[in-house]
């Protein structure tokens, strides 16, 4: 059964509470869209993602399916049940309009951390609850010798119809930005929306 269905703009913020055993889905409607994802323990808010503990379980950077995501408490929050990218990014944060002044040369762009902190913040959260956060349908280019090639993001690849879904363990709260960036490739320049069903069951 379908408890939540709704086209999330581009460029903005979206968070609900997922219940243990109902699965979240993010579809890329339209290709080359980046989404940013934070998960909170709904029973207690300083639980939250801890992208270590989620690396360390995964042994790769590249999460897919049968993943979990961590907490810092290293118990599992949401696990990936299906993934149709195989590519998202867990070590590059979000952006930010300080990050976009820093890396691009762009002032006053705001960004994903200005879009969390404003869903945040309807849960009572605030900057000091900002963590670093997966990259649904991000790609970054990590080299074998450990080195971060020169641009910060490949070129967005995901297809229309791209999608993940994540089968929650504990009651969590989710919290998406539907990336703005416009000055990285993580959008193709051109921020479109997503759909974020959430069902009971499998």
Request: charged share 20%; glycine share 8%; proline share 4%.
């Amino acid at each position: 059964m379908i408890v939540e269905d709704t086209v999330v703009g581009p460029g903005k913020p979206w968070s609900r509470v997922v219940k243990a055993g109902q699965v979240l889905r993010i579809v890329d409607l339209e290709g080359r869209q980046g989404v940013d994802f934070l998960c909170y323990s709904d029973a207690n808010s300083e639980e939250r993602y801890h992208a270590a503990n989620t690396l360390k379980q995964a042994r790769t950077l590249r999460i897919t399916t049968g993943h979990s995501l961590y907490s810092d408490a290293a118990r599992a929050m949401f696990t990936l049940i299906a993934d149709s990218y195989g590519l998202h990014d867990t070590i590059a944060g979000c952006c930010s309009a300080p990050s976009n002044g820093l890396l691009y040369g762009v002032h006053n762009v705001p960004g994903c951390r200005e879009n969390f902190l404003a869903e945040l913040a309807k849960h009572g959260l605030g900057q000091r609850d900002i963590v670093a956060n997966i990259n649904f349908f991000c790609d970054v280019p990590v080299l074998a010798e450990g080195r971060l090639e020169d641009l910060t993001f490949r070129p967005a690849t995901s297809r229309a119809g791209d999608h993940v879904e994540l089968r929650a363990e504990m009651d969590c709260l989710a919290v998406i930005s539907n990336c703005p960036q416009v000055n990285n490739p993580c959008t193709a320049g051109a921020p479109s929306a997503i759909r974020v069903t959430i069902r009971t069951g499998t």
